[in-house]
């Protein structure tokens, strides 16, 4: 390392005595001969500070010239470079457009200068109403144009009203206009964002799109803005095709969020029977520092660049296994002056689905014929009961709700509600319809000289739609980027961010667990503890992030093609946190109050902070020599990140009013953790093109971990992608409808060290014991960890084939890849060994999972002119992944075996249900494995796939499964997207569909489970929701669900019918109207009053529309249990611009 | 040359932003122990074993359920409804303990201090525990006395040991623990009096050796029993830990029965008990609210659970004759004398109307309100509610439903030393009437006891004794009732019909419960209890129409797990499975 950084700085000193500084001057000196264009415009615009627009293909294309040129001016100056050229040149302000010379005129005809006969005027604007600066208008066929100003306004003067007016303007397509159409001609033009020369940000720099020979997409901020959501997670999914977002339990929380991966690219961790298989997180940065999406305000970005191979990641390494995210905020380089914008957004959000429950009298009679089916003595609901229920459902306004039990101490009803007599529905109860939520957002942005600054300000407020936990969420994101250029060779930035949260978590609601027949409300006041509504209105649990990030960098470009640049990243992080357990209770008919009093109340807090810092050096070099290209980077990098945390815990409250620790008066309890992780690498890139047609780049990266032994600590990944653009080749046919056809191949190495931190250290924990020595539970030591040997770098090669193709002038633009990648010495779970081991097998480098994928991005753009233009992006992507060896020579069933599909789920099929007593004891097969008594009519006949008369699990071996097979996957497959939109004058419309073609889930057969209704148990478990009730009885013989039994979780029976079977395997596919938004932009002649040069109004929907076969509840979440639902969200906006 | 400034700028900030440090990579845990600086001192030793304490069992007394001595509001016992699936993983997690065990006893010899002789007599302590739990369950047992590092072969190559060979390990355990385990009047520090003590290992020798003893005499000849078993050995070694404990180490039964589970001194007191050998103590404060389950059950008390009449007609009369003999037996036909003129251990083991039932914190007092409603309504299964262990005066508040006192689990007292010694002289056919005298009849002239002694020679003879399928002799019969009566619900008796191979006890059984007479049925108004021809509460006559299901063929052990067969095919299986 040290011998690096010495000759790094023997070439900083070398780069620093070669440059020179200058000041802008009007005059220009350029000696030179045979140089390009391109380095003739730099030099031009760093001396006289003019800006060069123009087509790339047309100056690369253009003969070098020789200069001989003292204090000329900038006429002159381009006179002499455009003398022998086929191009010729406006001046507007400060910018110089480029254009095509026109023909000659065929010398047969005279020309006779004429003075002009008519003068034409106008204003050329984008889609959005801007003006545009240095749009080229010339008469079609003549050298006679001019450009608008910055204004957008032009005048050009004609010989007469013959002939048409082209406008060209890069980044957007052409327009001809008829002469004839008046004097006054305006114009909008409509962007073409897929032009040659569109930009991919890409590891530590940029690319031309053309350039890109990894598999790389990019979005424009625009996409995802002013959506009425709380993250970029929710904004961003469907929007890439192979990034991927699943829902959680709690992602339809206030600021809750999804996980996130890259391609599916996975690691085993912790457990299936001891092994899991889990999705690994992409290395997510923002303006270069690791953030987390959560952070990021969803209406601040520029762009977002997803970098899916390793190819295109190798260069971030050590972190940067499963993909990367780069995300470019919004900042004020490309803005002349002072641009300030606002947006505002109001929505107001409720459950995606209300989930339907049965009334209280077909709950009641399904739970009893349950109980009756289980043999029970007494039902669950007498008839007195039921006759209650139906007094209540007729006149709830006047029939009790509940009863005082016998002794008149408590109320009449057990733990879930049976025994009361209301018709309450829960969801309905529990969840609200109109959370608010608010969104502000300020940016201002702009360059003045050599200064360009961004600040941005923005705030996003969320209640839940919990009615009762009283939730919520914020964020403040605070971002400043300054950037100077005080001298030609040295540039400085400082970012700063701050990223503030809060939120208020919910209590878990027991949702949809409760029987109908508990009501709401008290009649003597408040709730019933069973709803655990008083528990939830007692509970408050804050968790407050604070996040400061500092980023200054300093880069020098002694020559034009060389720049060093030392970035330091200093993120500081702080969180904490709060549970506070109030007393809750519930008045008794007797007007006692049961509950927990002051002594169960507790108040716990705790604190973590985190500092992570990283420095890194780059220094890049590229030349253009010819046609070739050459560039080179090299870098180093550290991060050392450190956590220290701190919680306490103290119980009886003095007060619900003020709870804290200080406040409370029982036993209080402190710990501490600590941690830290540290990686060091070096890397380079080389990059080498041939006229943008043969494209090449290979990286490698050297990475050290601190969570490997000394040993096994470093690794070396090195890529290589070529790119091939056949639309450049003179043979190429199709030239005038297709402007690029790249071929990609890649391969790359990228290394994972994503493990806990010391795995090979045998370390032994310490903590308070259960158990009472003295007067005090007593301290402990716990044995040592298994200790992991020669664990190391496990590793992801992947191999990458796509295409790129610009068709139809660009309107059309399709990319499409192919892509195997190899998790090779996968950490995972080591292998399964004998129950006499004791511990838990130590993590090793175990085996191999390949995951093959593609992906499809096909996008349209076009303007038929008259104001109208309109797109349709659309993606689909698909993988799946399989374990190619892992060590499990017997290839059991309870971890990962070779040749095994990740996410299949293994089960039985089924024959139906039985139908009579005859069948049962006809059918002579023995499925004695799910219940050793008597089978009856209703229940589940388990298919005997292998015949023996007898349904084994054999000996749960891949290959001795006995009848149990593959039954579905759980891997959601197809993952589509479709981005549409339109715009007429100033109205606009877009939507965005997000769905997944293919996916199945188990509902698992636990008794909690809602999915089972009745037959779920007794307990929390029993619910019936609407369709729950078409259980098998002698009167419903076709029935869905099997004969319910109301049994307890032990019992022997509970599980009988709900052993894993194709029958109750549920389809979770789903398509979704994920977003719509209508906007109208107000005419300019109305924004100018206030002064604002663009104002717009729309209304922005979230999952408005769903189609699903899944059922009862959210595909996307997929919980059967305790979940908080994601929202349906209508929300109003206005975005202005001044 | 002024950029010369710009340059050393950047050279500085490059410095220090990497501060170039060889060491850089090296990241060891800042908040946990490394091994390796370990096993130094007799406090690294209690520290350790301090962590081994948590399995020792917990607050829940379930009161016999699963067995004929209790019944619970759902037919829970799968074994005894011979429906144990054949996937059942009857060694759980053992193995990690053991192997937590096994660890320090590899490394605690480093540890030369005689300070640590006392925690390494509870590693071995533990270690017989956990051996004891598999041997109770799947009988021959893979004995690892080492921790192993995953790819060893000893994981394949270790087989099952017979069952006599893992009880004597056990044993060689337990006696390594006797010499090294200082005396419970030795554990004189607050911090030490609820440590395992020398008492406690003698105690659990004798359980453990009694156990092995008389499962290999009933079982013996069938494929249970142990080759060429000498079950003479288990007893004689079962009788001398016994006899020790009677002979060397000051016990005394309290003169109160009921209250010797129902202390609940504050924690950093000792148990005020002449009979309590090792009992474990729970204390709400230091538990703070997570820990609170203990009040909790106590509050749902006896959680569904009721005492079968099998077991209440087990009792003797006060005039020392069962109840099949005895003249002044009153019938049970009802709650409210069914107590008169019998044993006193039964009044203090069930509730009868009109008994004290709850106090509040306020002072208010519940009596006892009915045989078949539970404190929270519920059905109470049997109609016999259980009594021992329940402390009714400890309600904080009235309408809590959060309990905070503290309380007890005991886990060896005095009485079954007693217990253990008489049976174990009696299988060996050595006990005479100064054996009765020192065990038998101190637990009946125990003062709130007061029964007539057991005289050997002239004992009545029963026409109730129980049909074990063999007839004990009628010394061995009285034996085992004092031993039913006097640790009722304490969790002896699923245990003590496996060893005595008392199958019959529960095959076709559907135990009943209290008389429900008319007189009853008007008070609740339920009529549709399930109940037998006699009246006579029997829960589950609808759901086992043909009694328990328990196959005297296999039921015995549970299966030996069969993933473990899968990965080592070597292994054998268990009768049956």
């Excluded at chain 2, 209890?529 to 609808?542: A, G, V």
Aim: charged share 20%; proline share 5%; with cysteine.
């Amino acid at each position: 390392m040290l011998l690096i950084m010495r000759l790094t700085a023997i070439f900083l000193l070398v780069g620093c005595m070669t440059a020179s500084a200058t000041a802008y001057s009007q005059k220009i000196t350029l000696k030179a001969r045979n140089i390009s264009l391109e380095r003739v415009f730099r030099e031009f615009k760093r001396q006289s500070g003019y800006s060069f627009v123009y087509r790339d293909n047309w100056i690369r294309e253009a003969a070098r010239v020789d200069l001989n040129l003292e204090n000329a001016s900038i006429t002159n100056a381009l006179d002499a470079c455009f003398r022998d050229q086929p191009l010729t040149y406006a001046i507007v302000d400060k910018t110089v457009v480029i254009t095509l010379k026109q023909p000659p005129v065929p010398s047969g005809k005279i020309d006779i200068p004429s003075l002009p006969q008519i003068v034409v005027r106008g204003t050329v604007k984008d889609q959005n109403g801007h003006p545009l600066a240095g749009v080229t208008i010339s008469l079609k066929g003549t050298q006679t144009a001019t450009a608008t100003d910055e204004k957008g306004n032009y005048t050009i003067s004609l010989p007469d009203n013959r002939g048409s007016l082209v406008y060209s303007y890069i980044g957007y397509d052409k327009m001809e206009k008829s002469v004839a159409a008046g004097s006054e001609i305006n114009v909008v033009l409509s962007s073409n964002i897929s032009t040659l020369n569109e930009l991919v940000t890409v590891g530590y720099g940029v690319q031309k799109k053309v350039d890109v020979t990894g598999a790389v997409s990019q979005i424009s901020g625009e996409e995802i803005a002013n959506r009425p959501v709380s993250n970029l997670e929710q904004a961003l999914q469907g929007a890439i095709p192979g990034l991927n977002f699943l829902a959680s339990n709690n992602t339809g929380e206030p600021g809750g969020s999804y996980s996130v991966n890259i391609r599916g690219l996975a690691s085993l961790s912790n457990s299936k029977g001891n092994a899991s298989y889990s999705t690994g997180q992409p290395y997510i940065l923002v303006d270069g520092v690791p953030m987390d999406l959560n952070d990021v305000d969803p209406n601040n970005i520029a762009s977002i660049s997803v970098l899916k191979d390793a190819a295109s990641s190798a260069i971030y390494g050590a972190r940067a296994a499963y993909g990367v995210i780069l995300i470019t905020t919004k900042n004020g380089k490309n803005t002349a002056g002072l641009k300030v914008s606002y947006s505002y957004n109001y929505a107001m959000a409720q459950p995606t689905k209300f989930i339907p429950s049965v009334d209280a009298l077909t709950y009641a009679l399904a739970i009893d014929s349950a109980a009756a089916n289980a043999g029970a003595s007494t039902m669950p609901y007498t008839s007195d009961v039921i006759e209650r229920i139906k007094q209540y459902m007729k006149d709830p306004e006047h029939a009790p709700s509940v009863y005082p039990n016998a002794s008149g101490t408590g109320w009449d009803f057990d733990a879930v509600g049976y025994g009361a007599n209301a018709n309450t529905d829960w969801y309905d109860a529990l969840f609200r319809k109109n959370a608010i939520r608010q969104t502000h957002n300020i940016n201002i942005s702009g360059s003045d000289g050599n200064t360009s600054y961004a600040l941005s300000a923005g705030l996003f407020h969320e209640d839940g739609v919990s009615r009762f936990s009283n939730d919520e969420y914020s964020r403040k994101t605070l971002n400043g980027q300054i950037n100077v250029h005080p001298l030609t060779w040295l540039k400085a930035a400082l970012i700063t961010k701050y990223v503030g949260t809060h939120s208020r978590n919910p209590n878990v609601l027991i949702v949809n667990r409760l029987a109908p027949t508990l009501p709401l409300h008290n009649p003597l006041g408040g709730y019933f503890l069973n709803s655990n509504i008083p528990q939830t209105m007692a509970q408050t649990a804050t968790s407050d992030a604070a996040k400061w990030i500092l980023s200054p960098s300093i880069s020098i470009k002694p020559t034009r093609n060389w720049v060093t640049t030392v970035q330091y990243n200093y993120t500081y992080t702080n969180s904490t946190g709060a549970i506070a357990n109030g007393t809750s209770y519930e008045i008794e008919p007797d007007s006692t109050r049961k509950g927990t009093n002051q002594n169960g109340t507790n108040y716990s807090s705790s604190m973590i902070r985190t500092i992570y810092q990283s420095p890194t050096l780059t220094s890049s070099y590229h030349r253009q020599v010819g046609s070739h290209y050459f560039g080179a980077l090299i870098g180093f990098q550290e991060e050392l990140e450190t956590v220290f945390g701190l919680n306490g815990k103290n119980t009886y409250l003095l007060t619900d009013n003020v709870p804290s620790i200080s406040t409370a008066v029982g036993v209080a309890s402190v710990d501490d953790s600590k941690s830290h992780w540290a990686t060091q690498s070096v890397f380079g890139r080389l990059n080498y093109n041939y006229k943008d047609k043969y494209l090449l780049e290979a990286n490698v990266r050297r990475d050290g971990s601190s969570r490997f032994a000394k040993g096994s600590r470093w690794g070396t990944f090195p890529s290589l992608s070529l790119g091939y653009n056949i639309a450049k080749e003179a043979f190429f046919p199709f030239k005038d409808k297709i402007s690029m056809m790249k071929f990609r191949f890649s391969w790359g190495s990228i290394g994972n060290q994503n493990v806990a931190n010391y795995l090979y250290a045998p370390v032994m924990s310490t903590g308070q014991t259960t158990y009472l020595l003295g007067s005090e539970r007593s301290y402990g030591v716990n044995a040592p960890s298994e200790t992991t040997i020669g664990l190391t770098w496990e590793k992801v090669n992947t191999k990458d084939l796509g295409l790129d193709m610009y068709v139809f002038n660009n309107k059309l633009s399709i990319t499409a890849d192919w892509y195997q990648s190899d998790n090779t010495a996968l950490i995972g779970p080591g292998v399964v060994v004998p129950e006499i081991y004791g511990g838990t097998v130590p993590k090793a480098n175990n085996g191999t999972l390949r995951t093959t994928g593609w992906e499809v991005q096909i996008n349209w753009r076009q303007s038929p002119g008259r104001g109208f233009s309109y797109f349709a992006n659309f993606n689909l992507s698909d993988y799946k992944s399989v374990v190619t060896s892992y060590n499990n020579p017997l290839k059991l069933l309870s971890t990962f075996y070779e040749g095994e599909t990740i996410g299949e789920i293994w089960g039985y099929k089924t024959d139906g249900l039985f139908q009579s007593v005859d069948e049962v004891d006809k059918r002579g097969i023995d499925q004695t494995l799910f219940y050793k008594g008597a089978w009856a009519p209703g229940d589940l006949k388990y298919r005997d796939l292998d015949g023996d008369g007898v349904i084994t699990q054999g000996q749960k071996k891949a290959d001795d499964h006995g009848d149990m097979t593959v039954i579905g996957n759980n891997t959601p497959r197809y993952h589509f997207g479709l981005y549409a939109g339109a715009s007429y004058k100033g109205f606009d419309l877009s939507f965005r569909i997000q769905g997944v073609a293919k996916w199945d889930q188990w509902p698992g057969a636990g008794g909690q489970s809602s999915f089972w209704g009745p037959t779920a148990g007794p307990g929390l478990g029993a619910v019936v929701l609407k369709g729950q009730q078409d259980f098998w009885r002698y009167d419903n013989k076709d029935a869905f669900w099997p004969r319910p039994y109301r049994v307890a979780n032990s019992n022997p029976r509970i599980n009988m019918n709900k052993g894993t079977s194709d029958r109750y395997l549920q389809n979770r596919a789903y398509m979704r109207l994920k977003a719509l938004q209508i906007g109208y932009s107000l005419p300019a002649s109305l924004t100018q009053k206030i002064q604002a040069s663009q104002l717009r109004l729309y209304f922005s929907g979230d999952n408005l529309i769903t189609r699903t076969k899944y059922m009862f509840f959210d595909p996307e979440v997929g919980g059967y249990d305790n979940h908080y639902p994601l929202q349906k969200v209508y929300s109003f906006g206005l975005n202005v611009t001044f | 040359m002024k950029n010369l400034r710009y340059l050393a700028l950047v050279l500085i900030m490059t410095g220090l932003a990497f501060g170039c440090n060889k060491n850089f990579l090296d990241r060891v845990p800042q908040d946990q122990i490394s091994e390796p600086a370990y096993w130094k001192t007799p406090n690294d030793l209690q520290l350790y074993v301090n962590n081994l304490y948590g399995r020792l069992g917990n607050y829940t007394y379930t009161m016999d359920e699963g067995s004929d001595n209790a019944l619970s509001s759902t037919y829970r016992s799968s074994r005894m409804l011979g429906q144990v699936l054949t996937t059942t993983d009857a060694i759980g997690d053992e193995y990690t303990y053991i192997r937590q065990v096994n660890i320090m006893i590899t490394n605690m010899d480093k540890v030369t201090d005689l300070d640590g002789n006392q925690y390494k007599g509870e590693a071995y302590y533990f270690r017989a525990f956990h051996y004891f739990n598999i041997l109770k369950d799947v009988g021959a047992a893979q004995i690892i006395t080492e921790p192993l590092n995953a790819d060893d072969k000893k994981l394949y190559s270790t087989l099952r040991s017979p069952r006599d060979s893992v009880a004597d390990f056990i044993l060689s355990d337990l006696d390594k623990a006797i010499s090294l385990l200082k005396t419970k009047s030795e554990l004189t520090k607050t911090s030490e009096y609820q440590r395992i003590s020398k008492d406690a290992a003698l105690a659990f020798k004798s359980r453990v050796a009694l156990y092995e003893g008389s499962w290999e005499k009933y079982h013996n000849g069938t494929p249970f029993g142990a080759a060429n078993a000498d079950y003479d050995k288990f007893f004689t070694s079962a009788a001398d830990a016994a006899k020790n404990l009677i002979d060397n180490f000051g016990y005394r039964l309290d003169d109160d029965y009921g209250s010797v589970f129902t202390h609940h001194e504050l924690s950093g007191t000792p148990i005020v008990s002449k009979e309590i050998i090792f009992a474990r103590q729970f204390d709400h404060v230091k538990y703070n609210a997570t820990w609170a389950t203990s009040g909790e059950q106590m509050n749902t008390w006896p959680n569904g659970i009721g005492l079968t009449r099998s077991a209440i007609r087990s009792y003797l009369c006060t005039d020392g004759l069962p109840i099949s003999l005895s003249p002044s037996y009153v019938s049970d036909t009802s709650l409210n004398t069914i107590t008169q003129n019998r044993d006193p251990r039964l009044a203090m083991t069930i509730f009868t109307p009109g008994e004290l039932w709850r106090v509040s914190g306020t002072g208010d007092s519940t009596m006892f309100p009915d045989a078949f409603i539970g404190p929270n309504g519920g059905p109470l299964t049997t109609g016999y509610v259980a009594r021992k262990f329940f402390i009714n005066d400890a309600f904080e508040t009235a309408g809590q439903n959060r309990l905070t006192w503290d309380h007890i689990t005991v886990y060896f007292r005095y009485a079954e030393v007693l217990l253990n010694y008489a049976e174990a002289k009696a299988e060996l056919g050595q006990f005479n009437q100064s054996d009765a005298d020192i065990s038998i009849n101190q637990l009946r002239s125990r003062a709130s006891v007061h029964m007539p002694p057991l005289t050997v020679g002239s004992i009545a003879l029963d026409p109730d004794w129980p049909d074990w399928g063999y007839s004990p002799e009628p010394l061995l019969q009285e034996i085992r009732r004092e031993r039913r009566i006097e640790l009722i619900g304490e969790e002896f008796r699923f245990d003590d019909l496996m060893r005595w191979a008392a199958a019959r006890l529960i095959t076709g059984q559907n135990y009943r419960g209290a008389y429900y007479g008319s007189v009853m049925q008007q008070i609740h108004g339920q009529a549709d209890k399930p109940r037998d021809e006699d009246n006579y509460l029997q829960p589950f006559k609808d759901f086992l129409s043909d009694g328990y299901q328990f196959d005297s063929t296999r039921d015995y052990l549970l299966p030996f797990p069969i993933d473990e067969i899968t990965i080592n095919p070597n292994l054998t299986q268990n009768p049956g499975w």
